[in-house]
């Protein structure tokens, strides 16, 4: 199964609230990231959070890395609706390719 | 502002029709990517390069093959296109590669292309 798995597959919720996305991963890596993607649309990265690091913000962005449970979560505070999209996790656990995961489709409701 | 573009939004191809898909990045990457993204299956890497002439095999190569005959630019090609080859392509750069300490990608806006 491929590395860098999300949960939820799909996220419905209303403006104002926060959104958590989680990533699991399966082996070792040096740095996890986070892109999102607008409808049709390429992917934009959000962050990079390495893999001696535990916890990192981007303004309304807070991740998080659990190394030892092979985790990460993403979580968007005070979401938007221009926050809907679809969140990927990313990691480099096969050497030079990052590997995506499935993605979670968030959804924020005004 | 990094900015890597593809020659098409859209495009519209018959089942055995060579097909090029262009991709171009102005801020002078080592590194671009060749993905496709289907419903349910993430992105999956098909071709990268990581350097002028350079190439490696993805996780899904056949039917496909990829030129870089410029830093810049890099080229997906369906020798026949099929209709299994229907998807969202997503051209992507770094300046590193994963691993690296700056390895972020640069992704174009993607061609949907439809093959009949």
């Known amino acids: 199964s491929q590395q860098g798995e999300e949960d939820p597959q799909a996220l419905s919720i209303q403006e104002g609230e926060n959104a958590t996305m989680n990533c699991s991963y399966k082996t070792s890596i040096n740095n996890l990231q986070w892109y999102r993607q607008n409808s049709g649309r390429g992917l934009v990265h959000l962050i990079l959070?390495?893999?001696?690091?535990r916890e990192k913000h981007s303004g309304r962005l807070r991740v998080t890395l659990d190394t030892s449970k092979k985790s990460s979560s993403l979580l968007i505070t005070a979401s938007r609706a221009a926050d809907t999209a679809s969140y990927f996790c990313a990691t480099d656990a096969r050497g030079n390719k990052l590997v995506f995961g499935a993605g979670t489709i968030l959804r924020v409701k005004s | 502002d990094v900015k890597v573009t593809q020659s098409s939004r859209y495009l519209v191809k018959r089942t055995g029709e060579k097909v090029f898909l262009e991709c171009v990045q102005d801020?002078?990457?080592?590194?671009m990517f060749w993905y496709r993204q289907d419903p349910g299956l993430g992105l999956r890497l098909i071709y990268f390069s990581y350097d002028v002439k350079m190439k490696e095999k993805g996780d899904i190569p056949e039917g496909y093959s990829v030129s870089r005959e410029k830093k810049e630019r890099f080229s997906l090609i369906l020798e026949s296109a099929s209709t299994n080859q229907t998807s969202m392509y997503l051209c992507a750069s770094s300046r590193e590669l994963a691993g690296d300490l700056n390895n972020e990608q640069f992704f174009g806006p993607g061609t949907r292309l439809t093959v009949l």
């Open positions: 959070i390495r893999s001696n690091e």
């Open positions: 801020m002078d990457h080592e590194n």
